[in-house]
């Protein structure tokens, strides 16, 4: 296997490599957050001496927790979900599933690759620098992300190198964007139109779609937030702030166009994360039942429109940013739509699997568990779809419970089920089914200890982005919930370990595949 691969499999398999690795990353940076959230005042010498600065002595400092808070949320968002579903398995399977030979321009999407891979060396960079990893969160919002280091310790070069990142993450999520798009439009077979695509085909389609004009914006965004750190620009700079006793001097410049511009991006991007995987569900539910998917056409009609509705609901991302009422109800009843083309999905899946004949595989569990995941992720979503709650939801505990479910997990079962289901084709044996199914059951109990009881805590009004609830007397009763919490991540991260020891060794000692071992219907498993 080359390295500097033009082929789309080897292609494939090195975004799902390198989600593998970004994923795991991202865990030990949570259970670190875990741990610490619930022993505020432990010292631990590893902490002292991974972070000197951060951690003197051993005893975690505030920013030390929202550096790393800030690495897990980049990490997880775009090295692990919008790359495994869309890069991984869209460059192995796109082309084999619409007969085509390559992807349109295999140059250009080993570009990709590589381009995303010195984009996240350039976020890991951060971790090690001087100051260290940035704040700000995901999201970075100015003033905070825009002033340099006078705002703290990682605000530095760790925030340059972070933006830096996700404007290279941009540029080779563009050109990956075009080749899917020039894939699916010039190489289809010429027997098969738009309608008789598989919908995996049209959930890295419509994600393509997305991507073109999401990255876009993040990347401007991402390039004017630069300017206005080192180049004296005020874009999002507003008159007359003081930071450390410090008066600023820059003025005329609006920190919510920014949060525009992010979440134009932003919103479309949780459907990037889970449009593919929606594609894969369909699939999947439909071979274990021994059916067709349950009305294709408005399925794929759906993910068209879930894409396009994605981009007018941005908003509900900033009821509180002090928007006109006016503006919140435009935005809330956009957002309750997206319901509808949801509830299509969701009525399909269930419809597809009525009167089937079941085969309860490790990828239909894990189908299976997407699509409860789905519902309940979803069910939050529409409460935080209304302006009234969402001023108080906003950030609490309840919107991390909410975006964990809908968006992490869901789309994490998503790629579980895709490698389970595609891993003979990918390595010609099978991922072991026992402790496949094993893998569900904990990790699906474990995901919902985990981030059920954070509904709660948010109801009360544990905000989120805070590293000791210890500071307000009312969070004091909900420490044992956040105890209970931070054992089920253990508990969940302990389950992955099988998946870990299956994916390794089912390549070298699984139970050898035959061609197409699941008796399914599209291109990829034909003889060839
Ligand atoms: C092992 C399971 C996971 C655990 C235990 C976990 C835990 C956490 C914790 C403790 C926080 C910080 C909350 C705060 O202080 O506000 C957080 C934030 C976050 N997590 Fe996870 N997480 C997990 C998996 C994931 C996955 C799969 C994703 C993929 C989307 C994800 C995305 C995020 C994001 C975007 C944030 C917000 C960061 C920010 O506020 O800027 N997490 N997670
Ligand atoms: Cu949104």
Not at 196 to 220: E, K, N, Q, R, Y
Not at 245 to 255: E, K, L, V, Y
Not at 368 to 375: D, K, N, T, Y
Not at 429 to 458: D, I, S
Request: proline share 5%; net charge neutral; with cysteine.
């Amino acid at each position: 296997m080359r390295i500097f691969s033009t082929d789309h499999k080897v292609i494939g398999k090195q975004y799902i490599g390198l989600a593998l690795f970004s994923v795991l990353f991202g865990m030990v940076l949570s259970l670190i957050m875990r741990f610490h959230l619930v022993h505020p005042d432990t010292k631990v010498k590893l902490f002292g001496l991974l972070w000197p600065d951060g951690a003197p002595g051993g005893q975690m400092t505030p920013e030390l927790y929202l550096s790393l808070m800030t690495m897990h949320g980049t990490i997880m968002v775009f090295f692990v979900l919008t790359t495994a579903p869309q890069s991984g398995f869209g460059n192995y399977f796109l082309p084999l599933q619409i007969g085509a030979h390559d992807m349109a321009f295999p140059v250009l999407n080993m570009l990709s690759f590589w381009t995303t891979a010195l984009s996240l060396l350039t976020l890991l960079a951060a971790l090690i620098v001087e100051g260290g990893a940035p704040l700000s969160g995901w999201t970075a919002y100015p003033p905070l992300s825009g002033l340099g280091k006078i705002t703290g310790p990682g605000q530095g070069l760790g925030q340059d190198l972070w933006i830096l990142s996700i404007a290279l993450f941009c540029v080779a999520s563009l050109m990956a964007a075009i080749n899917f798009i020039v894939t699916v439009i010039e190489l289809r077979a010429p027997d098969m139109g738009y309608f008789d695509m598989p919908l995996t085909c049209w959930g890295w389609f419509v994600t393509a779609l997305i991507s073109l004009f999401a990255f876009a914006v993040l990347l401007a965004g991402g390039i004017l937030l630069m300017l206005d750190r080192n180049a004296g620009t005020s874009f999002f700079i507003p008159g007359g702030l003081i930071v450390n006793d410090q008066i600023q001097t820059r003025s005329g410049g609006s920190p919510v166009l920014f949060q525009h511009l992010f979440w134009f991006f932003g919103h479309p991007e949780v459907y990037i994360a889970i449009l593919p995987g929606m594609g894969l569900i369909s699939t999947i539910l439909s071979v274990f039942s021994g059916k067709k998917v349950f009305g294709y056409k408005a399925m794929a009609i759906a993910l068209l429109a879930i894409g396009g509705l994605g981009f007018v609901v941005w908003g509900h991302h900033m009821f509180i940013s002090g928007m006109s009422p006016y503006s919140s109800i435009a935005f809330s009843v956009l957002t309750l739509a997206v319901g509808v083309p949801s509830a299509v999905k969701t009525f399909n899946w269930l419809a597809t699997l009525w009167g089937g004949r079941l085969r309860f595989t490790a990828a239909m569990h894990f189908a299976l568990g997407f699509v409860s995941l789905f519902i309940t992720g979803g069910i939050t979503g529409l409460i935080l779809g209304q302006p009234g709650l969402d001023i108080y939801f906003h950030d609490t505990y309840f919107v991390v419970a909410h975006f964990h479910l809908i968006m992490g997990v869901a789309a994490i079962f998503a790629i579980f089920a895709g490698l389970h289901y595609w891993f003979p084709k990918m390595y010609g044996r099978f991922l072991h089914e026992g402790l496949g199914k094993l893998h569900f059951y904990l990790t699906f109990v474990g995901v919902y200890a985990v981030f059920v009881p954070l509904h709660f805590a948010g109801f009360v009004g544990n905000p989120r982005r805070f590293p000791d609830f210890k500071e307000y007397e009312f969070l004091k009763s909900v420490m044992p919930l956040h105890i209970g919490v931070t054992h089920a991540a253990y508990f969940l991260a302990a389950a992955q370990l099988i998946f870990l020891f299956n994916y390794f060794w089912s390549q070298r000692r699984g139970a050898v595949a035959p061609t197409n071992p699941w008796g399914a219907t599209t291109r990829e498993w034909r003889d060839d």
